[in-house]
Nanobody, 126 residues
Framework: QVRLVESGGGSVPVGGSLRLSCQASGFTSYSNCVAWFRRPPGKEHEWVASISTWDGTTDYVDSVKGRFRLSQDNAKDTVYLQMDGLEPEDTGMYYC???????????????????WGLGTQVTVSS
């Protein structure tokens, strides 16, 4: 059974940093697409970033480029999202999502990912 567990959320002031973790279990393939989405208060899910776990290729939404960075630890089956220079607009519930045996190309919507975690809350206060 595929399971994704997020952690690392919290409340920080503007300019602060957080590192989110997405730990996966239940599948052995390393050729996956793992993404982070967020849902700001009162808004729809928004794709934030993706990483292709087989070669480490990453992609980011323009609003977080230069501030957020994805990395992975295959030994721990974990993907990390380092978030620096946080802004109030980054506030929201952050979700990890995975598409197994899939590339990240053209995957930017909820419907493109079958597996989801329960989310971790990020709050940035001004």
């Amino acid at each position: 059974q595929v399971r994704l567990v997020e952690s690392g959320g919290g409340s920080v002031p503007v300019g602060g940093s957080l590192r989110l973790s997405c730990q996966a279990s239940g599948f052995t393939s390393y050729s996956n697409c793992v993404a982070w989405f967020r849902r700001p208060p009162g808004k729809e899910h928004e794709w934030v970033a993706s990483i292709s776990t087989w070669d480490g290729t990453t992609d980011y939404v323009d609003s977080v480029k230069g501030r957020f960075r994805l990395s992975q630890d295959n030994a721990k089956d974990t993907v990390y999202l380092q978030m620096d220079g946080l802004e109030p607009e980054d506030t929201g519930m952050y979700y990890c999502a995975a598409a197994i045996l899939a590339k990240c190309e053209d995957r930017y919507y909820q419907r493109d990912f079958r597996y989801w975690g329960l989310g971790t809350q990020v709050t940035v206060s001004s």
